[in-house]
Protein backbone atom coordinates (compact mmCIF):
# COMPACT_ATOMS: atom_id res chain seq x y z
CA UNK A 1 0.00 0.00 0.00
CA UNK A 2 3.09 2.55 0.87
CA UNK A 3 4.54 1.76 -2.78
CA UNK A 4 1.03 2.60 -4.28
CA UNK A 5 0.60 5.96 -2.20
CA UNK A 6 4.11 6.70 -3.08
CA UNK A 7 3.78 5.86 -7.08
CA UNK A 8 0.59 7.82 -6.99
CA UNK A 9 2.05 11.20 -5.84
CA UNK A 10 4.61 10.80 -8.07
CA UNK A 11 3.04 10.16 -11.35
CA UNK A 12 0.70 13.07 -10.33
CA UNK A 13 -2.69 14.35 -9.91
CA UNK A 14 -5.13 11.39 -10.77
CA UNK A 15 -2.86 8.54 -11.04
CA UNK A 16 -3.18 5.62 -9.13
CA UNK A 17 -2.27 1.69 -9.28
CA UNK A 18 -6.14 0.88 -8.47
CA UNK A 19 -8.10 -1.00 -11.11
CA UNK A 20 -11.39 0.23 -9.62
CA UNK A 21 -13.63 2.50 -11.02
CA UNK A 22 -12.75 5.12 -7.91
CA UNK A 23 -14.16 8.15 -9.90
CA UNK A 24 -17.45 7.17 -10.12
CA UNK A 25 -18.18 8.07 -6.42
CA UNK A 26 -16.77 11.11 -6.47
CA UNK A 27 -18.24 12.00 -9.71
CA UNK A 28 -21.45 10.92 -8.47
CA UNK A 29 -20.98 13.61 -5.83
CA UNK A 30 -20.02 16.35 -7.85
CA UNK A 31 -22.72 16.35 -9.98
CA UNK A 32 -25.36 15.89 -6.72
CA UNK A 33 -23.66 18.91 -5.19
CA UNK A 34 -24.15 20.47 -7.77
CA UNK A 35 -27.60 20.33 -9.17
CA UNK A 36 -28.38 20.87 -5.66
CA UNK A 37 -26.71 24.29 -5.03
CA UNK A 38 -27.72 25.43 -8.12
CA UNK A 39 -31.26 25.15 -7.46
CA UNK A 40 -31.38 26.18 -3.70
CA UNK A 41 -29.17 29.44 -5.10
CA UNK A 42 -31.41 30.06 -7.53
CA UNK A 43 -34.64 29.83 -5.65
CA UNK A 44 -32.99 31.91 -1.93
CA UNK A 45 -32.21 34.83 -5.05
CA UNK A 46 -35.60 34.42 -5.79
CA UNK A 47 -37.61 35.17 -3.44
CA UNK A 48 -41.02 34.35 -4.36
CA UNK A 49 -43.85 31.05 -4.10
CA UNK A 50 -42.49 29.93 -0.77
CA UNK A 51 -45.90 29.83 1.01
CA UNK A 52 -49.07 28.45 0.34
CA UNK A 53 -52.12 27.73 2.54
CA UNK A 54 -50.39 26.38 5.91
CA UNK A 55 -46.91 25.32 3.67
CA UNK A 56 -44.12 26.83 4.25
CA UNK A 57 -40.62 25.68 2.19
CA UNK A 58 -37.95 24.97 4.47
CA UNK A 59 -35.66 27.42 2.48
CA UNK A 60 -37.44 29.96 4.15
CA UNK A 61 -38.63 29.15 7.86
CA UNK A 62 -38.28 30.76 9.96
CA UNK A 63 -40.07 33.40 7.58
CA UNK A 64 -38.16 36.72 8.60
CA UNK A 65 -39.21 40.07 7.49
CA UNK A 66 -38.26 43.44 8.09
CA UNK A 67 -38.58 46.96 6.56
CA UNK A 68 -34.86 47.53 6.32
CA UNK A 69 -34.52 44.37 4.75
CA UNK A 70 -35.21 44.59 0.57
CA UNK A 71 -34.14 41.23 -0.70
CA UNK A 72 -35.03 37.52 -0.19
CA UNK A 73 -36.29 36.92 3.05
CA UNK A 74 -34.23 33.28 2.55
CA UNK A 75 -30.75 34.82 3.02
CA UNK A 76 -31.50 36.09 6.79
CA UNK A 77 -32.47 32.09 7.63
CA UNK A 78 -30.48 29.84 4.70
CA UNK A 79 -26.84 30.58 5.81
CA UNK A 80 -27.46 28.19 9.13
CA UNK A 81 -28.25 25.11 7.85
CA UNK A 82 -25.90 25.87 4.54
CA UNK A 83 -22.53 26.72 7.34
CA UNK A 84 -23.96 23.48 9.12
CA UNK A 85 -23.52 20.92 6.09
CA UNK A 86 -20.82 23.05 4.42
CA UNK A 87 -18.56 22.07 7.93
CA UNK A 88 -20.32 18.26 8.04
CA UNK A 89 -17.48 16.05 8.71
CA UNK A 90 -19.07 14.13 5.58
CA UNK A 91 -19.50 16.79 3.93
CA UNK A 92 -16.06 17.81 3.93
CA UNK A 93 -14.81 14.19 3.04
CA UNK A 94 -17.43 14.12 0.02
CA UNK A 95 -16.68 17.67 -1.43
CA UNK A 96 -12.69 17.96 -1.17
CA UNK A 97 -12.72 14.78 -3.30
CA UNK A 98 -15.40 15.67 -5.41
CA UNK A 99 -14.49 19.51 -5.93
CA UNK A 100 -10.92 20.03 -4.66
CA UNK A 101 -9.33 16.54 -5.57
CA UNK A 102 -7.44 16.45 -2.19
CA UNK A 103 -7.62 13.46 -2.48
CA UNK A 104 -10.10 12.49 -4.85
CA UNK A 105 -9.55 9.12 -3.49
CA UNK A 106 -7.49 6.66 -1.82
CA UNK A 107 -4.14 6.33 -3.05
CA UNK A 108 -4.55 8.32 -5.87
CA UNK A 109 -2.58 11.25 -7.11
CA UNK A 110 -4.65 14.49 -5.13
CA UNK A 111 -3.64 18.74 -5.50
CA UNK A 112 -2.51 18.78 -2.39
CA UNK A 113 0.63 17.16 -2.35
CA UNK A 114 3.20 16.92 0.35
CA UNK A 115 1.82 20.38 1.40
CA UNK A 116 -1.23 19.03 2.41
CA UNK A 117 -1.48 20.54 6.25
CA UNK A 118 -4.92 19.20 6.89
CA UNK A 119 -8.05 21.28 8.65
CA UNK A 120 -4.82 23.21 10.94
CA UNK A 121 -4.51 26.13 8.63
CA UNK A 122 -6.61 29.08 6.97
CA UNK A 123 -8.86 28.84 5.67
CA UNK A 124 -10.24 25.24 6.71
CA UNK A 125 -9.37 25.36 10.01
CA UNK A 126 -12.69 27.54 9.94
CA UNK A 127 -14.19 23.95 9.69
CA UNK A 128 -13.79 23.72 13.89
CA UNK A 129 -16.69 25.68 14.03
CA UNK A 130 -19.04 22.67 12.99
CA UNK A 131 -20.46 22.59 16.62
CA UNK A 132 -21.09 26.23 16.77
CA UNK A 133 -23.35 25.96 13.42
CA UNK A 134 -24.90 22.61 15.32
CA UNK A 135 -26.45 24.65 17.75
CA UNK A 136 -28.18 27.17 15.56
CA UNK A 137 -28.89 24.64 13.29
CA UNK A 138 -30.81 22.73 15.75
CA UNK A 139 -32.60 26.32 16.78
CA UNK A 140 -33.77 26.37 13.12
CA UNK A 141 -34.62 22.64 13.21
CA UNK A 142 -37.18 23.50 16.07
CA UNK A 143 -38.90 26.36 13.29
CA UNK A 144 -39.34 23.60 11.26
CA UNK A 145 -40.83 21.43 13.61
CA UNK A 146 -43.39 24.07 14.16
CA UNK A 147 -43.51 24.20 10.36
CA UNK A 148 -44.51 20.60 9.97
CA UNK A 149 -47.55 20.91 12.55
CA UNK A 150 -49.13 24.38 11.39
CA UNK A 151 -49.04 21.76 8.02
CA UNK A 152 -51.99 20.13 9.18
CA UNK A 153 -54.05 22.84 9.97
CA UNK A 154 -56.28 24.42 7.07
CA UNK A 155 -57.98 27.06 8.64
CA UNK A 156 -58.64 26.12 11.81
CA UNK A 157 -59.16 22.62 11.61
CA UNK A 158 -57.03 20.01 11.44
CA UNK A 159 -56.25 18.37 8.05
CA UNK A 160 -54.02 16.29 5.80
CA UNK A 161 -52.43 17.02 2.52
CA UNK A 162 -49.48 15.75 0.92
CA UNK A 163 -47.85 19.18 1.28
CA UNK A 164 -48.17 18.19 4.95
CA UNK A 165 -46.38 14.60 4.78
CA UNK A 166 -44.25 16.34 2.96
CA UNK A 167 -43.02 18.90 4.61
CA UNK A 168 -42.97 15.97 8.45
CA UNK A 169 -41.27 13.94 6.15
CA UNK A 170 -38.81 16.51 5.24
CA UNK A 171 -38.03 17.69 9.24
CA UNK A 172 -37.93 13.75 10.16
CA UNK A 173 -34.77 13.22 7.54
CA UNK A 174 -33.17 16.33 8.90
CA UNK A 175 -33.55 15.37 12.74
CA UNK A 176 -31.66 12.35 11.97
CA UNK A 177 -29.27 13.59 9.66
CA UNK A 178 -28.70 16.57 12.26
CA UNK A 179 -29.08 14.55 15.87
CA UNK A 180 -26.79 12.09 14.05
CA UNK A 181 -23.83 14.34 13.93
CA UNK A 182 -20.77 13.71 15.13
CA UNK A 183 -20.22 16.96 16.79
CA UNK A 184 -23.73 15.85 18.58
CA UNK A 185 -22.35 12.42 19.55
CA UNK A 186 -19.59 13.60 21.20
CA UNK A 187 -21.97 16.47 23.23
CA UNK A 188 -24.35 13.80 23.99
CA UNK A 189 -21.29 11.35 25.23
CA UNK A 190 -18.40 11.69 23.94
CA UNK A 191 -16.64 13.59 26.42
CA UNK A 192 -17.67 11.39 29.49
CA UNK A 193 -14.81 8.91 30.81
CA UNK A 194 -16.98 7.17 32.36
CA UNK A 195 -20.80 5.59 31.99
CA UNK A 196 -21.57 3.72 35.04
CA UNK A 197 -20.29 6.89 37.49
CA UNK A 198 -23.94 8.13 38.15
CA UNK A 199 -27.86 7.52 36.89
CA UNK A 200 -27.43 10.81 35.00
CA UNK A 201 -24.44 9.04 33.21
CA UNK A 202 -26.18 5.70 32.79
CA UNK A 203 -28.77 7.80 31.17
CA UNK A 204 -26.44 10.03 28.60
CA UNK A 205 -25.06 6.27 27.57
CA UNK A 206 -28.26 5.58 26.24
CA UNK A 207 -28.88 8.77 24.32
CA UNK A 208 -25.36 8.21 23.07
CA UNK A 209 -26.35 4.97 22.14
CA UNK A 210 -29.46 5.98 20.31
CA UNK A 211 -27.26 9.02 18.91
CA UNK A 212 -24.35 6.43 18.04
CA UNK A 213 -27.24 4.37 15.84
CA UNK A 214 -27.85 7.23 13.53
CA UNK A 215 -24.57 7.96 13.39
CA UNK A 216 -23.68 4.65 11.39
CA UNK A 217 -25.73 5.91 8.47
CA UNK A 218 -24.87 9.57 8.81
CA UNK A 219 -23.95 9.91 5.06
CA UNK A 220 -27.05 8.19 4.16
CA UNK A 221 -29.17 10.55 6.17
CA UNK A 222 -27.23 13.43 4.75
CA UNK A 223 -27.93 12.74 1.35
CA UNK A 224 -31.70 11.85 1.82
CA UNK A 225 -32.46 15.55 3.98
CA UNK A 226 -30.63 17.28 1.08
CA UNK A 227 -32.80 15.56 -1.17
CA UNK A 228 -35.86 15.74 1.15
CA UNK A 229 -35.48 19.33 1.71
CA UNK A 230 -35.38 20.31 -1.80
CA UNK A 231 -38.06 18.64 -2.90
CA UNK A 232 -40.33 19.75 -0.30
CA UNK A 233 -39.21 23.63 -1.10
CA UNK A 234 -39.80 22.61 -4.54
CA UNK A 235 -43.94 21.65 -3.63
CA UNK A 236 -44.02 24.28 -2.30
CA UNK A 237 -43.55 26.51 -4.87
CA UNK A 238 -45.29 24.22 -7.44
CA UNK A 239 -48.70 25.07 -5.32
CA UNK A 240 -47.46 28.36 -4.92
CA UNK A 241 -47.37 29.41 -8.78
CA UNK A 242 -50.59 26.91 -9.79
CA UNK A 243 -48.45 24.31 -11.44
CA UNK A 244 -49.51 21.70 -8.67
CA UNK A 245 -52.78 20.96 -6.96
CA UNK A 246 -51.88 19.52 -3.30
CA UNK A 247 -54.18 16.29 -2.31
CA UNK A 248 -56.03 16.56 0.66
CA UNK A 249 -55.95 12.77 2.02
CA UNK A 250 -57.97 13.90 5.29
Same mark, same amino acid.
Given at each position: ?137 ? !?? =? /?? *?????? %?? &?????? $? #? !?? =? /?? *?????? %?? &?????? $? #? ?70
Amino acid at each position: MNDTKTASRTAGLGSTARHDAWWIEPATVAIGFGIFIVYATWRVLEGAYYEWGPYLSPFYSPKLAFDWWQWSPAILVLWVPALFRATCYYYRKAYYRAYFWDPPGCAVGHLGGERYSGESKFPLIFQNLHRYFLYLAI !IV =L /GF *LWYDAI %VS &FNFEGS $F #G !IG =L /GS *LVLLGN %VL &FLSNYT $F #GCHAFRHLIGGRLNCFSCSQATKTQLKAWQVVSKLNEHHMLWAWVSLFSVGFADFYVRMLATGTFTDIRLF
